[in-house]
């Protein structure tokens, strides 16, 4: 069966520090990957897209990016931290035009 | 374009009443339609989906919704709520070119269940 996994489950971070979050699905083989950001109170908010290795599909400009250097393997980065980018981030993939698996989120508080 | 709007951001009722939670869709294509729910600090998690097979979509813990095309509507629903149904709850579409087919999220609606 198909697993995603997601971490760090929770983080703190100072403004201007670098991001690193780390994303992988098991048991299936090109998958679409995403990013959402959910912040406090609001709905999930699509980052990034990913339809196969190096594609890469930014949804909305900002501090942050992403990379997809294996075919199961999705980071979301950043060089420098901003007090916005608190929230709540999700990871999920999908076969295309299917239904979208979570992972279990990663909580990031910048401070 | 394909748009979620949810009705009411809370919906408060009394253990063992009905749910309704409200969910309306515009696309411009047949949609696909999702509802998620999400407990604290945790992943969404799949309820059902409408994929234009059957208009009522049963789910897991007694959950349903009925896709409404006339209305553009997609509510869900639950004949008695139980205190662990309080959670968020995500009305989605799906969208996008080609095969990246992302989903667009409603606003989301906080259950509350009184005992």
């Known amino acids: 069966s198909q697993t995603i996994h997601q971490w760090p489950a929770t983080l703190v971070q100072p403004v201007g520090s670098p991001l690193s979050l780390e994303c992988t699905v098991e048991g299936t083989s090109n998958p679409n990957l995403y990013w959402y950001r959910q912040a406090a109170g609001r709905g999930l908010q699509l980052l990034f897209y990913s339809v196969g290795i190096g594609q890469i599909s930014s949804e909305v400009p900002q501090n942050l990016s992403a990379s997809r250097p294996q075919d199961r393997q999705f980071i979301l980065s950043s060089k420098k931290l901003l007090l916005s980018d608190s929230g709540f981030y999700l990871c999920?993939?999908?076969?295309?035009?299917?239904?979208?698996?979570f992972g279990a989120g990663t909580r990031l508080s910048v401070l | 374009a394909q748009s979620v709007t949810q009705l009411g951001s809370h919906v408060s009722v009394s253990e063992g009443a009905l749910v309704l939670l409200r969910c309306n869709y515009s696309?411009?294509?047949?949609?696909?339609l999702f509802w998620y729910v999400q407990y604290p600090n945790q992943g969404l998690q799949l309820l059902l989906k409408?994929?234009?097979?059957?208009?009522l979509v049963k789910g897991i813990n007694d959950f349903e919704a009925e896709f409404k095309k006339s209305e553009t509507s997609f509510h869900l629903t639950k004949p008695s709520a139980h205190m662990s149904d309080a959670a968020e709850y995500f009305c989605a579409v799906t969208a996008g070119p080609d095969s990246s087919y992302y989903m667009i999220f409603g606003s989301g609606t906080r259950l509350l269940v009184r005992p």
């Open positions: 999920a993939w999908s076969e295309a035009g299917s239904i979208q698996y």
């Open positions: 409408y994929t234009s097979a059957a208009t």
């Open positions: 696309s411009s294509v047949p949609p696909y």
